[in-house]
Structure formats: C-alpha cells, structure tokens
C-alpha cells in the first residue's frame, strides 16, 4: 500500500503562483511514478504532469507546459507542483497519484491516491 497526501493548496490571485505538495509513505517512494491531476466542478478529472522513477523524466498536458513544474525529493518520499502564472481555468481539486506504470497514470488509473487539494484562482 502507498498512501498519499497533499498539501498546499489554496485561493491565490491570477498571475500568482502555488506549490502543491505529496508526501508518500508505505513502499518504496523512488520505484513509484508520481503523477498530477485536477478536477474542475462540473469537469472530468485531467492528468497535469507526471514525473518517472529514477531519472525523474517529466511530462505536462500542454494548457501547463512552462507554467507547472513537476519534480520529487526521493529523500523526502515527496512529489511537488510548483504553479506559476496561474489562470481562472487552473481551478480545480488538485490530486496526487502513484504507480509502478507510467502508462497506467498517463491513462488516469493509477493503483493510488490522495485525498486532493483544493486551489483556486481568484481575483
């Protein structure tokens, strides 16, 4: 079992930023794929980002790219997001994922996940 949890969610302005972060316990944290995702009311949930075991290769949808910054601290067993220029559209629960397979995230069924945080954008 691997369980998760996010923090650092909150109502910042537009043009603000926000890091979000996961903290992981359970099994192993570096042999697990670390994944993003949010949900909009009234939306599907939508994968954000995701970021490999070891090498820590890092992939974004592109309403993202060059705003959000996937990364992990494998000594901390923690994923982070880091949110710059933040949009109205960027609201949305915010929850983190895990999984062996890259794909299996990256298909938005990934074996874990936390509870989510709330952010949203506001002026």
């Known amino acids: 079992q691997v369980q998760l949890a996010e923090s650092g969610g909150g109502r910042v302005q537009p043009g603000g930023s926000l890091r979000l972060s996961c903290a992981a316990s359970?099994?192993?944290?570096?042999?697990?794929?670390m994944g993003w995702f949010r949900q909009a009311p009234g939306k599907e949930r939508e994968w954000v980002a995701q970021?490999?075991?070891?090498?820590?290769?890092?992939y974004y949808t592109d309403s993202v790219k060059g705003r959000f910054t996937i990364s992990r601290d494998n000594t901390k067993n923690t994923v982070y997001l880091q949110m710059n220029s933040l949009k109205h559209e960027d609201t949305a629960i915010y929850y983190c994922?895990?999984?062996?397979?890259?794909?299996?995230?990256?298909?938005?069924?990934?074996?874990?996940w936390g509870q989510g945080t709330q952010v949203t954008v506001s002026s």
């Open positions: 994922a895990a999984d062996r397979d890259s794909w299996t995230i990256r298909r938005g069924s990934p074996g874990y």
């Open positions: 359970g099994r192993t944290f570096i042999n697990y794929v």
């Open positions: 970021i490999t075991e070891g090498a820590g290769v890092t």
